[in-house]
RNA sequence: GGGCUCGUGGUGUAGAGGCCUAACAUGCCUCCCUGUCACGGAGGAGAUCGCCGGUUCGAAUCCGGUCGGGCCCGCCA
């Protein structure tokens, strides 16, 4: 990647000048060589003691200095060539050299191979921004940046830009609220998504919108979650009623950012629509990562008359008693299982049932429980083989598909069953309309209040009781790539009648949806055009396409855990001048 | 809000009751060195082991608290 020396390659024999950090340097005592870096790569000075200045400069640099170093490009001689660098056949005879500035020590390493630690990495990102990984990093980001636009300019979707400073959402993330100085007591807030504005847009008639907007949210991070600020992919398309035609249209372009961009392969040409409930059945995850397979098997029929107590108990109790078969786990220690027994009740589970076949035997705690037909029923369904092991869960349908979804993910881990270089994409397709809390017991919207409901007014037909609220589809979907969500969409609800009936079904009168949404649903009384769209988490799509699993990398200055800038040190006070100005005490 | 985990010279690690007056690598400083390329050689400086308290004859090491980082749960329409 570092061409420098490459590129003066076609100057042997003339004077140059190149002006760069002093990347190392060798003092031979009578001689004296300078690696000088700039961001295309790095050239060898040699410094002769006959050219007594530039001699004298060279025995003052340290690393990282800032150096403009003239002189002659010349080949070297066959013996003195590097094949093991790019810029190991040519040099620069040095006539001169004037530091354009010192530096200190660094306080952080740039050797590639001695990681610093974060927290040090991010109080100096500038000086972690040298290394060639993130150079090379905000480079391919900056190309992929263009990819996306230049797909969405072919596809005819036009760029908006939305406001920064919009309005507090009652529903979903906190809010970033930003005082008014001219309003006082009233507030903005940073938008969560663009979402109302490119509704609003829709009825503009603006056909295609998109936009890499900017999203906040003040919720806590994760290792594959941005604090505070990161991007999205925006988009959205009028006259369209069947989402179909949104992940249709979009497909394209992350399959080719996935295979022409990145490089990787796709484990699925087709990229499956997995409805939500079956992903959650089989796979015990909504963003179930499809690069291996451990689907999980529904045993509660099979055992439906075992003996064997946690079983009995749970499928009686109305749960289910689910497995998943681990190839090669048979092998695995005493320790090991224990390990995957902590996760499994990390996530609820009452303990990790298990029966491993050796020997063309089955071996577990838990066979002496097991009658002969229930173990050749359970080695069918499970497909376990020689050396393999399945593994059980039983309680509720809820918890045993968590704990088992947790597990499939761990042992694919252990098992090194995520190939780095290849993707695996699917939409989850018909999200529930709502859910219930499972705290407050009480119903409430699913994701997503725009959603239009599966069958639109007619999904409310009276009688209408919970089980049936709770059937109600929304025309809603995910991609998920790798095990990540990526995006989600839907088809809209344009329809001023179906919103407010989706609201009352949950007790808010016509009146709460007008405070909340009024600019929305005012606009949707003007003929709002169907619409649909969605929006894809770009930060997170360029850490899985680079290979990273902490977004933080991928990002130029993130902030750490805590939601802190350590480099900017913000969050921070303000002038007592400031408040006073927006009416604070 | 909760759980797990980490905190030792500038950086990365080792040390897990007495071997520690804290080791190694790298970086830094001084000197030597004319073909190195992560140059080499000799010497040197640099750490009250995050902080507070406790247990003990004795604590980097054990315990409690606290602060900070990381991962996870909650949360993320």
Known sequence: MRTLAKNLATYVGREVTVKGWVNSRRDHGGLIFIDVRDHTGIVQLVIQPEQVDAFAQAEGLRDEFVVSASGLVRERAEELRNKNIDSGDIEISVQQIVILNRSNALPISLNEEQFTNEESRLRYRYLDLR?????????????????????????????????????????????????????????????????????????????????????????????????GDFYQLDLEMSFVEDGEEVRAAMEPLIKNLVTDFAGKKLVTENIPR?????AIERYGSDKPDLRFGMELIDLSNALENTEFGVFKNAISAGGAVKA?????????????????????????AGGLAYITLEDNEIKSPIAKFLSESERTEILDKTGLKEGDAVFFGADSRQIVNKVLGRL???????????????????????????ERDTATKKIDFGHNPFSMPKGGLAAFDEPLDDAKKLAIIADQYDMVMNGYEICSGAVRNHNPEVMYKAFSVLGYDTKYVDEKFGAMIGAFKYGAPPHAGCAFGIDRIFMVLSNEENIREIVAFPKNGSGVDVMMNSPSTVDPSQLKELGFK
Request: aromatic residues 14%.
């Open 274 to 278: 997995i409805p939500y409930t079956e």
């Open 131 to 227: 290394r060639q990984k993130m150079q090379l990093m905000l480079s391919r980001r900056a190309k992929y940046y263009k990819y996306m636009r230049d797909y969405m300019e072919a596809q005819e979707f036009t760029e908006v830009t939305t406001p920064i400073l919009a309005n507090s959402s009652p529903e979903g993330a906190r809010d970033f609220l930003v005082p008014s100085r001219v309003h006082q007591d009233k507030f903005y807030a940073l938008p969560q998504a663009p979402q109302q504005f490119k509704q609003l847009l829709m009825v503009g008639g603006i056909a295609r919108y998109y936009q890499i907007a900017t999203c906040f949210r003040d919720e806590d991070p994760r290792a594959d979650r941005l604090y």
């Open 324 to 348: 998943i078969c681990v190839t090669g786990a048979a092998t695995l220690s005493r320790s090991q299982i224990d390990h995957f027994t902590t996760i499994a009740k990390s996530e609820g």
């Open 408 to 434: 499939r993910n761990e042992f694919a881990d252990h098992f090194n069953l995520k190939d780095p270089n290849q993707v695996a994409l699917a939409w989850i397709v018909d999200f529930p309309f709502y």
